[in-house]
């Protein structure tokens, strides 16, 4: 459930961020490179930082 609930904040942060560079007249195609990336990382940081570890 947590993942669920880290990937809800990422992609606020990301909404805004996309927002916040179309405000600034940023060509899309570098929003959209923009989003990919922060999807990728947000995933990642996501799987990594939310994962059971196991009993040794």
């Given amino acids: 459930m ?3 609930i880290y990937m809800i904040g ?3 942060l990301i909404f805004g ?5 179309y405000l600034m ?3 899309p195609q570098w ?4 989003v ?3 999807v990728g990382l947000g ?3 996501g799987v990594t930082s939310t ?3 196991d009993p040794s």
Avoid: E
């Fill in 2 to 4: 947590s993942f669920g």
């Fill in 10 to 12: 990422f992609i606020v």
């Fill in 17 to 21: 961020l996309g927002t916040g560079a």
């Fill in 25 to 27: 007249h940023v060509p």
């Fill in 31 to 34: 929003i959209g490179v923009g």
């Fill in 36 to 38: 990919l990336c922060l």
């Fill in 43 to 45: 995933i990642l940081l």
């Fill in 51 to 53: 994962k059971q570890r």
